[in-house]
C-alpha cells in the first residue's frame, strides 16, 4: 500500500503509520491529511492489525501546518472575494482537518503516538487524538499558534490535562519538554529518544495479544466518558475561534509578515518574547 505524504506498514498484528514529509519536518498539507485518512482506514479493515502506531519519519513528529501552503493558500481565497472572509466557508474547510484528526480517536483500534523531534501546532492534534502517547524525553510539544493566528481545533490539551496546566499552555502557547509531558501525566511515558521506537514497539506488542473484540470495547467505553463531557461541543467552537483568530487584525498583520519577511522570522519574532522552540538557545 502506498501513499504520497505517509507510509504504510502492517505486520505481527501491528500497523505502523509514519508521517513521511521529513524534509518539512512532517507539516500538514492537503495530501498529508488525506493519505492519513486513507492510511488509518486501510489499519481499521485490516482484522489482523490489532494496534497502530503513529510515527514521524526525519527529525521531528510534526511541526504542525505547513506555513508556506496555509498562509498562501489562505490569502489568495481572500484575495477572490475581493478581501472579504467566509467565516462558514472556513469552518466547513478547516472541519475536514478535524475528522481527519478524530478518526485517530475514532479508530476502533488504539492508537500510539510516537513522539520525537518537534511536535507543535497542528501536529499536537495527531498526537493529542491518539490513544497513548509516547515521547522522547527532549521532544518539544507545544501549540505556539495561540500566540498569534490560531486556536486548537480538537482542543485535546483541555480533555488530557488539568484546568491550571490547559489553561497555562493554552495562554502561553509554551513548550513542553517530553520529560514534562510525561510528569503533568500528558504521555504514558518518556525515554531517549534513541530507546523510543523499542518502548514502543514493546508496548504495541504486549496489546497485540489481547483480543480486538477487548480492545475495541476498552476503547470505546473510555471515549464514550469524554464525549459526554461535550468534546465534540467544544470542537466545533476551538474551529469556529480558530478561523476568527487567523482573521482578527493582528492575526491578518501576522500572515502578511510571514508572507513578505519569511515564515523563519514572523515565527522567530513571535517566539522571541517566550525563548522557546526556535529560540531555545539564542
Same mark, same amino acid.
Not at 500572515?255 to 513571535?270: K, L
Given at each position: 500500500m502506498s501513499f504520497e505524504t505517509v507510509d504504510y506498514a502492517a505486520a505481527e498484528g501491528i500497523a505502523r503509520i509514519t508521517l513521511n514529509r521529513p524534509q !518539512?519536518? *512532517? +507539516?500538514? *498539507?492537503?495530501?498529508l491529511v488525506a493519505d492519513l485518512r486513507a492510511a488509518l482506514a486501510a489499519a481499521d479493515e485490516d482484522r489482523a492489525v490489532r494496534v497502530i502506531v503513529l510515527s514521524g519519519a526525519g527529525r521531528a513528529f510534526c511541526a504542525?501546518?505547513?506555513?508556506?501552503?496555509?498562509?498562501? +493558500?489562505?490569502?489568495?481565497a481572500q484575495r477572490a472575494m475581493s478581501g472579504q472572509w467566509d467565516p462558514v466557508r472556513d469552518y466547513t474547510s478547516?472541519?475536514?482537518n478535524v475528522r481527519a484528526y478524530m478518526a485517530i480517536w475514532e479508530s476502533p483500534k488504539p492508537v500510539i503516538a510516537q513522539v520525537h523531534g518537534w511536535c507543535v501546532g497542528g501536529g499536537t492534534d495527531l498526537a493529542l487524538c491518539s490513544d497513548l502517547i509516547y515521547?522522547?524525553?527532549d521532544a518539544q510539544i507545544g501549540y505556539p499558534p495561540a500566540r498569534v493566528w490560531g486556536e486548537p481545533t480538537t482542543v485535546m490539551w483541555v480533555y488530557r490535562l488539568g484546568l491550571e496546566h490547559a489553561k497555562r499552555l493554552m495562554l502561553s502557547g509554551e513548550a513542553l519538554s517530553g520529560a514534562d509531558a510525561e510528569r503533568l501525566g500528558l504521555a504514558s511515558k518518556a525515554v531517549p529518544a534513541d530507546e523510543l521506537a523499542e518502548v514502543v514497539t514493546t508496548m504495541a506488542r504486549r496489546l497485540a495479544t489481547i483480543p480486538l473484540n477487548q480492545l475495541i470495547m476498552s476503547k470505546l467505553l473510555v471515549n464514550q466518558a469524554y464525549? *459526554?463531557?461535550?468534546?465534540r461541543t467544544s470542537q466545533l467552537i476551538g474551529t469556529v475561534f480558530d478561523g476568527i483568530a487567523r482573521h482578527t487584525p493582528e492575526g491578518i498583520a501576522w500572515?502578511?509578515?510571514?508572507? !513578505?519577511?519569511?515564515?523563519?522570522?514572523?515565527? !522567530? !519574532?513571535?517566539d522571541a518574547p517566550f525563548g522557546d522552540y526556535g529560540e531555545r538557545g539564542r
Open positions: !518539512r519536518l *512532517n +507539516a500538514i *498539507n492537503a495530501e504542525g501546518y505547513d506555513l508556506a501552503w496555509g498562509t498562501q +493558500a489562505e490569502d489568495a478547516m472541519s475536514r515521547i522522547a524525553d464525549e *459526554n463531557m461535550g468534546l500572515r502578511d509578515e510571514a508572507m !513578505r519577511d519569511g515564515f523563519r522570522e514572523a515565527v !522567530r !519574532r513571535r
